[in-house]
């Protein structure tokens, strides 16, 4: 799990969170009223990585690369 982390929607400073895994994680928002009275919204979201792998050779090195 990443965690919990408190966002001030009344400041100018962006929230910063640890890089997210790929997946699919539950990003829950829980507000709460100057009364105390608080509630929460689940919204599901996925990270998904489309970077397609590259090979890199080093000097002297040779690599094969297979689609099977």
Request: hydrophobic letters at 30%.
């Amino acid at each position: 799990p990443i965690g919990s982390f408190v966002v001030n929607p009344n400041n100018a400073t962006p929230e910063i969170t640890t890089a997210i895994p790929v997946g699919t994680h539950l990003l829950r928002y829980t507000y709460t009223d100057q009364c105390g009275n608080s509630d929460f919204s689940d919204y599901l979201f996925t990270v998904e990585d489309r970077t397609a792998p590259v090979a890199i050779c080093e000097d002297g090195l040779n690599i094969g690369i297979s689609s099977g």
